[in-house]
Each structure stands twice: as structure tokens, then as C-alpha cells.
């Protein structure tokens, strides 16, 4: 008995070392596996933290300069405040001017010396080579010249709130939140950068990374042709490899690795005109409002449950006698009830994920334009405006990395986030020619509206998680 006693004790003794040796191992292991921020991020981190007076000081002053994209002057302004912050980082800075006729303030570029230096060698290698084995040798000779990837980071100097609104100057609400415009969208994110690179810069971490920064002057309402006011800003970008963009933050663990597009259209109805009473007839038909209004249904009886497509009339105009005026997008309409009316306009925009589900919408639009009621006649107009940033595998691996940095910052992976929740943004314009992530910037509510937020507690995280994402990409 004394035996078995004294063999079940050696067994449970045994087991339990084995346990604890498993769990000791186990532990070792996870601790490896969750490797902690090395040496050089956690000096990022501590310069970040050190610094937020200063970036809250930074956020202030440009959030009361008003910058409405109209505003040149104030545009110009703001560039020229953040100019002074980018080149404390080591970059060199210029402004990309608009012609008169775009009636913009243009744009602020800043560059490290490592992303002039292969802006250069690419230039050089462009003209001068010939042969595949010769680009080849050049292109090794451009690799030294930085590490890691070539970054694209992408901001806006103005904001939707023009000098004629409502002043809303920078304003602490409490100890987490403030007020002001812009403040959010995207001074907010510009912040975001400007801290997350000077941080860099502390640490001597710039100096073989080539990145460039862009903040565009028109970001909310850009200038027409686009092939001016994005012309310089499409040809910069394709310098680089990868595209970070610093919109608005949705949450700490989300970043946005596909935007929607944007579009317009503009429908015009004529019907035949007369007396309300020979309505529905033959002769008479139907009259423009009618044959506009059963367009107008019909795309929303049609398209309106496809996933990431959304169409919205702006303007719905009829009449016996009516003027639009679409530099505008104001209108009148004088129209009897007993009057037939002989003209209809609708313009509106088109939103959507891919260049397929657009164009697939609007040949289906268009379709139903064709099916006309009797005695009215329709066309409908096409314009394009900001291209879709589709999601990639590409986009999604550089997820991935922004997700190792939250996880190694404890706050865990980070997901991508739904694409039906923004719109469109400059980041689009590029996507076709690199992999790319949004949503980089600040956190707040209310953006493009009287008393836009800024989460103040949120953002030393968002500026950590930016800068540790690049140093990261640019190692």
C-alpha cells in the first residue's frame, strides 16, 4: 500500500514539473512570439510623448488660420506654418503653384534628402539608359541610396469651411475632446504626420528613408482640369512605392485599405407640352416630370441593394418654364398644374468601389434612360471625378505590418475597415499605381460640420502608430 501510496506520489510530482517546465516553455515562447518595441521605437515613443504640448500647440495654430479650399491665401498660410515643422524634420520643402485659371493655392511638397536622391538616380537612369543590363546596374545604385520602401505620405492643407461661415476657432471642450475647424479633417492628420516624422528625424531614423510628404491645397474641392490641380501630385506619387494616407482615423485597430470613387451625372427630360387634362394620352404623353421622376425610381429599384454603390439626386428640377444654372447648382421653375411640363433636370453623384461596378452601373443607367414614356425624350451625361481605391492583396499586406505595430504597442491587430463608410479622398487618384492605406490620421466626430471634434486622448496613439509604421516600412 505504502508503495502504491508512494508511487502516485512520484507520478503526481512528476507531472506536475512536467506542467510547469510545458508552461515556462510556452511563456518563453509567447513572449518571443509578442516580440516587445525595440530599442529605437521605444525612442519614438518616449519623443512622442515628450512632444505633445507641442503637437496640441501645432494643432491649434493651424486650426485657426481658416483655410477653406476657396480661401488661397489661408491655404497658403497653413502651408507655410507646416513647411516650417517638416523641414525641423530634415525635409526639404517647396510649393507646387495652380495657374490662375485653376483658381486654387496649390500644394506643399517636402522630401527627404535620401527620396531626392532616388527621385534623381530614376531621372538620370531614365534618360541616360538603354540597355535592360544597364538599368539594372543603375537601379542597384539607386537601392543604396535609401532603405526599405519609398513612402508617399499624403495630407490637405484646406478644410470645407469657407471665411463667410461660422467662426470655430480651436477650443478645449474637456481634458479628451476639442473644437475647431479642420480640426479633425485633416489638420488633425497633417499633425499626425508632421509629430510622426520629426520623431523619426529625433532619432536619426530619416536619413537613408526616402519619403515625401504632400499636402494638397484642394483636397475638398479640387480644381478643374484634374489633369492640372493632380497632374503634379500623380507624377510625384509614381516616384514612390507605397501610399499613406492620413484622413480620419475609424477606431484605433482600423485602417482603411479601399475607398470609394466618386462621380457625377446629369439627366435632362423633355416631353411634349399642353394641357394637364390630355396627360397620359397619346398625343399628349406623359410631360418631363413624370418620364424624370420614373428614371429617378427606377435606378432605385434597380441598383440600390448592391453593395458599396450608392447614387444620390442633389437637384430635381421641373417646369413650364425653368433655368439651371450648374456653375451653381441652383435653379427656378415656374410651372402651372394645369400645364404639361416640357422640361426636367437631375443631376446627381455615383459612388462605387471598383471602375467595374461604375461603369456596370452606368450602363444599367443608361438603360433605363433609353426606356422613355411616351411623348418624352431623355439623355443622360457622365462625368468622372475621383477615381476608386480598390482593395488589393497589396493594400492588405501593408495592413499586416501596421497591424505587427499595434500588437507590438499592446493594442492589438488591427482589421481593415469598411469601405462603405468613406468617401473619396486624394489617395485615389494613385492607387492604380501603388500599394496603399487611409485612415491614418486623427480621431474625431462631426467632420465637414459647425462643431467637428478631435479626440486629444487618442492622439499620441494614432502618432506612435504612425511613425513606428514607418520606420518599419522604410528599414
Not at 319 to 339: H, P
Not at 415 to 431: E, F, K, L, N, T
Request: aromatic residues 6%; glycine residues 10%.
Amino acid at each position: 500500500m505504502k508503495k502504491n501510496l508512494l508511487s502516485l506520489f512520484l507520478l503526481i510530482v512528476t507531472a506536475l514539473f512536467i506542467q510547469t517546465a510545458a508552461h515556462a516553455q510556452q511563456n518563453k515562447k509567447d513572449k518571443k512570439d509578442t516580440k516587445v518595441l525595440n530599442k529605437e521605437e521605444q525612442k519614438i515613443i518616449e519623443y512622442i510623448d515628450a512632444n505633445m504640448p507641442r503637437a496640441i500647440a501645432l494643432l491649434k495654430d493651424a486650426v485657426n488660420v481658416n483655410s477653406g479650399t476657396l480661401n488661397i491665401e489661408g491655404v497658403k498660410k497653413v502651408g507655410a506654418l507646416f513647411a516650417k515643422e517638416l523641414e525641423a524634420a530634415g525635409l526639404q520643402t517647396h510649393w507646387v503653384e495652380m495657374p490662375d485659371s485653376i483658381q486654387r493655392a496649390g500644394h506643399l511638397v517636402a522630401r527627404t534628402p535620401a527620396a531626392i536622391a532616388a527621385t534623381t538616380s530614376t531621372a538620370s537612369t531614365t534618360t541616360t539608359t538603354t540597355t535592360a543590363t544597364a538599368t539594372k546596374t543603375n537601379q542597384k545604385a539607386i537601392t543604396k541610396k535609401h532603405k526599405g520602401k519609398k513612402l508617399f505620405l499624403i495630407g490637405h492643407l484646406d478644410t470645407v469651411f469657407e471665411p463667410d461661415m461660422p467662426a470655430n476657432p480651436f477650443t478645449l471642450l474637456n481634458d479628451s475632446v476639442a473644437t475647431g475647424q479642420g480640426a479633425n479633417d485633416m489638420k488633425g492628420g497633417d499633425v499626425v504626420m508632421i509629430i510622426a516624422l520629426q520623431a523619426l528625424n529625433a532619432q536619426g531614423l530619416l536619413k537613408d528613408a526616402a519619403i515625401t510628404a504632400y499636402l494638397t491645397g484642394d483636397e475638398e474641392q479640387a480644381g478643374y482640369p484634374r489633369s492640372v490641380s493632380r497632374g503634379d501630385f500623380i507624377e510625384t506619387a509614381k516616384q514612390s512605392e507605397i501610399a499613406l494616407a492620413f484622413e480620419g482615423a475609424n477606431g484605433l485597430n482600423s485602417v482603411a485599405t479601399a475607398r470609394r470613387g466618386a462621380s457625377g451625372w446629369k439627366l435632362n427630360v423633355t416631353g411634349k407640352t399642353g394641357h394637364s387634362s390630355g396627360v397620359f394620352t397619346d398625343y399628349a404623353g406623359y410631360g418631363a416630370i413624370y418620364e424624370a421622376a420614373r428614371i429617378v425610381n427606377s435606378f432605385r429599384e434597380e441598383l440600390s441593394q448592391e453593395k458599396y454603390l450608392t447614387f444620390n439626386p442633389g437637384v430635381f428640377i421641373g417646369g413650364s418654364d425653368m433655368q439651371y444654372e450648374e456653375a451653381k447648382a441652383t435653379g427656378t421653375a415656374i410651372g402651372k398644374t394645369n400645364i404639361i411640363s416640357p422640361n426636367a433636370v437631375v443631376t446627381g453623384d455615383l459612388r462605387f468601389l471598383t471602375e467595374q461596378q461604375k461603369q456596370n452601373a452606368r450602363n444599367k443607367m443608361q438603360s433605363i434612360v433609353n426606356q422613355s414614356l411616351k411623348g418624352t425624350k431623355a439623355t443622360i451625361q457622365f462625368m468622372d471625378g475621383i477615381p476608386s481605391m480598390a482593395p488589393t492583396p497589396g493594400n492588405d499586406s501593408i495592413r499586416a505590418v501596421i497591424s505587427t505595430v499595434t500588437q507590438k504597442m499592446g493594442m492589438g491587430a488591427t482589421v481593415a475597415g469598411d469601405p462603405g463608410s468613406r468617401g473619396a479622398g486624394d489617395i485615389s487618384y494613385v492607387a492604380q499605381f501603388m500599394d496603399c492605406i487611409d485612415g491614418l490620421g486623427a480621431s474625431g466626430k462631426g467632420a465637414h460640420a459647425p462643431g467637428e471634434t478631435i479626440n486629444l486622448q487618442e492622439l499620441p496613439f494614432l502618432i506612435k502608430r504612425a511613425a513606428l509604421t514607418m520606420y518599419q516600412l522604410t528599414r
